[in-house]
C-alpha cells in the first residue's frame, strides 16, 4: 500500500451537501477538522455554513450552531427561513442553536470557550458551528491570545 492510498483509507470525510464544494474539497470536510470561514460582511459565511449544518441534520447528524453575532436566533431563522436547504422542524431537534455572545462579552474568550465544551458535552454534536467569529476576534487582546483559543477550541473538538 503506498503512502497516498494509506491517506485515503484513513482520511474520513463529511459530506456538506454544497453542490461542487465537495469536489473541491476531494469528498467533502475531513472529519475532526477545525474550519475557519473568512470573508466580507455579506459574502454568505452564515448561509454556507447553514446549508452544509442543515445537510448534515439530514444525514442523522446532531449539529451546533453557536452564534456571536448580536443578532437574535429568530432574525437569523428568518432569514434562513426562505432558503431551499432549511427545515423548520430540524431547529431544536437537531439543529441547536446556542448564543455565545454574552459569555464572550462577559468573560473574554475564556468564557466562550467554558461554553462550548458545556454545550458539546451536553449536546454531543457530530457537527460544532460558530457564526460570527470575527467578534472574538476583537475581543481578543492579542493576537496570541486569539491563536490560544484557536489552539485550545482544536484540542476540545478533537478531544470530543
Known amino acids: 500500500m503506498t503512502s ?16 461542487g464544494l465537495d469536489v473541491i474539497l476531494g469528498g467533502g470536510l475531513v472529519s475532526g ?12 459565511k452564515t448561509i454556507l455554513s447553514s446549508q452544509i449544518g442543515f445537510h448534515r441534520v439530514k444525514q442523522g447528524d446532531r449539529v451546533l450552531y453557536m452564534t456571536l453575532i448580536a ?7 428568518g432569514h434562513l427561513s426562505g432558503l431551499r436547504f432549511f427545515d423548520e422542524t430540524a431547529v431544536a431537534q437537531h ?9 464572550l462579552m462577559q468573560d473574554g474568550l475564556d468564557g466562550f ?10 449536546h454531543r454534536p457530530k457537527l460544532l458551528i460558530i457564526d460570527g467569529f470575527r467578534s ?13 483559543f484557536i489552539h485550545e477550541l482544536n484540542a476540545l473538538v478533537a478531544a470530543m
Do not use: C
Open 113 to 122: 470557550l467554558r461554553l462550548i465544551a458545556a454545550s458539546l458535552h451536553q
Open 95 to 103: 439543529m441547536l442553536f446556542v448564543s455565545g455572545y454574552h459569555e
Open 136 to 148: 472574538a476576534r476583537e475581543f481578543s487582546e492579542t493576537d496570541l491570545a486569539l491563536s490560544r
Open 4 to 19: 497516498d492510498s494509506t491517506s485515503a483509507a484513513v482520511r474520513s470525510t463529511v459530506e456538506t451537501g454544497v453542490p
Open 71 to 77: 443578532e437574535s436566533h429568530d432574525k437569523l431563522l
Open 33 to 44: 477538522g477545525l474550519y475557519l470561514i473568512e470573508g466580507m460582511v455579506g459574502a454568505g
